[in-house]
């Protein structure tokens, strides 16, 4: 079972550069998450989104965009990568926001320079 | 301000000992839940606690969600080196238009 799936696993960017951090998930989710992890911050809200065509911010969603096309897929994309971006990237899906499990992928280890 | 507050930040233990690490608001929560976090991975949801006062037991981990839903502990019996990660708390604000809300977590190291 593949869960959420998150690529890359690692990256190193220069300041400047832009990436797309790719998730998907195939459980038919309607809930899916990007968050960030840093060391002693717990895990940040990025954006979010309900369901297909629709996406809303979270705690911390300057510097970041996201898209949901598709129910599977939700891309986390950075346009002008900052070294404040270095972090630990996650994304999760969950079949709704009432008592239910939310399903996170592995990671993506991401290095500003 | 956090809205979940989680206690200790750190704990190292030896094998065999017992241990409850907290999570604790001044808001009320509709449902808490508890993810344990191994190094490189993402949470993985232990158990959803969702009536005040409920115990819920998996093996040797024991969850409650205190009478007021505003905090919830996690006691450990017996810690192995397996039950070493990242033990996160998260709940479902009652009032905040439920979104999922996470403490920064309880570092537990089990030593053998």
């Known amino acids: 079972n593949a869960g959420v799936t998150q690529t890359p696993k690692f990256r190193i960017l220069k300041i400047g550069q832009s990436m797309t951090l790719q998730c998907t998930q195939d459980m038919n989710h309607n809930y899916m998450y990007w968050y960030r992890q840093d060391p002693g911050m717990g895990l940040k809200l990025i954006y979010y989104s309900v369901g297909a065509g629709i996406t809303d911010k979270g705690e911390v969603p300057n510097g970041y965009n996201v898209s949901r096309s598709t129910t599977e897929d939700f891309p986390l994309r950075l346009e002008l990568a900052a070294p404040s971006q270095t972090s630990v990237y996650f994304c999760?899906?969950?079949?709704?926001?009432?008592?239910?499990?939310?399903?996170f992928g592995q990671g993506t280890r991401l290095t500003v320079v | 301000t956090q809205l979940l507050e989680q206690s200790p930040q750190f704990l190292s233990i030896q094998e065999g000992e017992n241990l409850t690490v907290y999570c604790n608001s001044s808001?009320?929560?509709?449902?808490l839940q508890w993810y344990r976090q191994e190094p490189g991975e993402g949470p993985v949801l232990l158990v959803t606690?969702?009536?005040g006062g409920e115990v819920k037991k998996l093996k040797r981990l024991t969850f409650q969600f205190g009478d007021a839903r505003k905090d919830s502990s996690l006691h450990i019996t017996a810690a192995q080196p397996g039950d070493t990660g990242l033990y996160l708390c998260?709940?479902?604000?009652?009032?905040?238009?439920?979104?999922?809300?996470w403490g920064l977590g309880t570092s537990l190291a089990v030593n053998p």
């Open positions: 998260a709940g479902i604000h009652a009032g905040n238009n439920r979104k999922l809300i």
């Open positions: 999760a899906s969950s079949y709704d926001n009432v008592n239910t499990e939310a399903f």
């Open positions: 606690v969702v009536t």
């Open positions: 808001s009320v929560f509709s449902s």
